[in-house]
């Protein structure tokens, strides 16, 4: 059984940085694509970045390229969400997931596997 914990969220001010963490077990993540997707109140969930298990490729949204990086730690079967320059738009649930695929990333239906999000504030 696949789980996914996410922990790092909190509330900050415009400007400040958050690091979160999604830790997996009963899967080892070098194996799979990692992906973070927000989901902000009254909209859909969107792609955020991903790191593919194949290449070790990287791609972001447009709206967080430059301010936000994905790494993990794959010894810790850990993924990681460094976000800098965070701004009120920013504020969402965010949620870590796993997939097999090495294309289609930034569509939340590639991934298998997801955790249950922890929350980012950000406050102007």
């Known amino acids: 059984q696949v789980q996914l914990v996410e922990s790092g969220g909190g509330l900050v001010q415009a400007g400040g940085s958050l690091r979160l963490s999604c830790a997996a077990s009963?899967?080892?993540?070098?194996?799979?694509?990692v992906g973070w997707f927000r989901q902000a109140p009254g909209k859909e969930r969107e792609f955020v970045a991903t790191?593919?298990?194949?290449?070790?490729?990287?791609y972001y949204a447009d709206s967080v390229t430059g301010r936000f990086t994905i790494s993990r730690d794959n010894t810790k079967n850990t993924v990681f969400l460094h976000m800098d320059n965070l701004k009120p738009e920013d504020t969402a649930r965010y949620y870590c997931?796993?997939?097999?695929?090495?294309?289609?990333?930034?569509?939340?239906?590639?991934?298998?596997?997801w955790g249950q999000g922890t929350q980012v504030t950000v406050s102007s």
């Open positions: 790191n593919t298990w194949s290449s070790g490729s990287t």
């Open positions: 997931a796993l997939s097999g695929r090495t294309t289609m990333l930034r569509s939340a239906p590639s991934y298998a596997y």
């Open positions: 009963g899967r080892t993540v070098s194996a799979y694509t």
